[in-house]
């Protein structure tokens, strides 16, 4: 499908049995429309940038993650499914200090952003153990056939999630998401990580200072998801996740939109720290130890 210059007031996908509803986004109005009419209201002056941003823009709302499942030999559909519910649980609970700070900065229509949240889910066996170049075609096409386009500042178009064995794995393994009711002496236990694509990665095109092993390919803390999808607007203009270079094939790249780090490919499990930087992290023999002695 051509790019579409009138595009509907909201996204859907033919997976979604039942259309995402919202008496303040009505499928009936484009885009344009829809805008116009929000922007009258005076109370619309003070919504969040997130809101304003992602429900402005072409298939930007509801908003959410197009995720894509690689792993179906070594992960049963009950562990994909209790992954995919942790994953809904960590963006949301990430969410909520969002949420508090928009409370206490008087912003309006608050409810709409969770009210917003809903992801794509493509299940299809013949994407076992699929590489990054294999997901983000299918990606780019995915998106194209609904008449968008992939360089855009909305998660779902231009950041989709890959989950593979290891990563279902990291996401079942951690712990209940911190939230901002959660007292500084309260513990908690540690979170794993989630695969995003950088879809404009074009290999011929990278540049010498990515280095040679970046393929387009990085990782999310699970509790930086949502600050992931806040700060992907920056992206668009300023550099991308900061000064890095993948010269070392046992080296990934961290990311929460905003910053980047590079850590082993080996962290399985890090400290709820909401931020890019982290106080520990162990491995997956190291959590598969710790399990044995409790």
């Known amino acids: 499908m051509p790019w579409n210059p009138r595009p509907p007031s909201i996204f859907h996908d033919e997976s979604w049995s039942t259309p995402w509803r919202s008496s303040e986004f009505p499928p009936e109005e484009a885009l344009f429309e829809r805008r116009n009419r929000q922007h009258a209201k005076p109370e619309w002056n003070f919504v969040s940038h997130f809101l304003n941003y992602q429900s402005s823009a072409p298939g ?3 908003w959410g993650w197009a995720i894509y499942r690689t792993s179906y030999t070594n992960t049963s559909d009950e562990d994909w499914a209790r992954a995919i519910e942790k994953l809904d649980q960590a963006c949301l609970a990430d969410l909520e200090f969002y949420e508090d700070m928009w409370s206490k900065y008087g912003c309006t229509h608050i409810e709409r952003v969770r009210e917003g949240y809903r992801n794509v889910i493509f299940e299809d066996s013949t994407l076992e153990g699929a590489s990054e170049a294999v997901i983000r075609c299918r990606h780019t096409q995915w998106v194209e056939d609904h008449g968008l386009i992939v360089c855009s500042a909305v998660p779902r178009l231009n950041y989709p999630l890959l989950l ?3 990563c279902v794995r990291s996401i079942l393994a951690s ?3 911190k939230r901002p009711i959660t007292l500084q002496s309260e513990p908690v236990g540690m979170v794993g ?3 995003v694509l950088d879809g404009d990665f074009v290999l011929e095109d990278r540049e010498e ?3 040679e092993y970046y393929l387009g390919l990085a990782r999310i803390h699970l509790d930086c998801l949502f600050r992931f999808a806040v700060y992907c607007e920056n992206l668009m203009t300023e550099q991308d ?3 890095w270079g993948m010269d070392n094939p046992d080296d990934v790249l961290y990311v929460d939109g905003y910053s980047s780090v590079i850590e082993s490919k080996q962290m399985f499990l890090s400290t709820q720290d909401r ?3 982290r106080t520990a992290n162990i491995t997956e023999l ?7 002695l409790v």
């Not at 190291?286 to 044995?292: L, P, T």
Request: hydrophobic share 20%; aromatic share 14%; glycine share 10%.
């Open 60 to 62: 930007g709302w509801p």
């Open 164 to 166: 593979d064995d290891r």
């Open 175 to 177: 712990a209940e998401p």
């Open 193 to 195: 990580y989630v695969n």
């Open 209 to 211: 200072e990515e280095g």
């Open 241 to 243: 996740w900061g000064d």
């Open 275 to 277: 931020d890019i930087e």
């Open 286 to 292: 190291e959590y598969k130890e710790n399990k044995m």
